[in-house]
């Protein structure tokens, strides 16, 4: 069951300029990184990261909190 509406996903897919989670989606699904937002709350530092990333280093709050989009739509 995807999860495409996770407000950190909406964040991320704008943030990459993207109207809709599904295009960015579908753009970043078979690339070899793709990009990852801080799931703490108040953090929306974004960067890319592997695709199966669930636990990357945040470079703004010092966590190990970064995900992938396609992690957080539960595509991987
Ligand atoms: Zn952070």
Known sequence: ???????????????????EVTDFLEDHALESVAP????????????????DQRAGFCEACGRPSMK?????????
């Open 36 to 51: 990852a937002i801080c799931m703490v709350p108040g953090c929306d530092h974004t960067t890319d990261l592997e695709p």
């Open 68 to 76: 992938s989009g396609l992690v957080i739509a539960g595509m991987i």
């Open 1 to 19: 069951m995807f999860n495409l509406s996770h407000p950190k996903l909406l964040t991320l897919a704008r943030t990459e300029g993207y109207a």
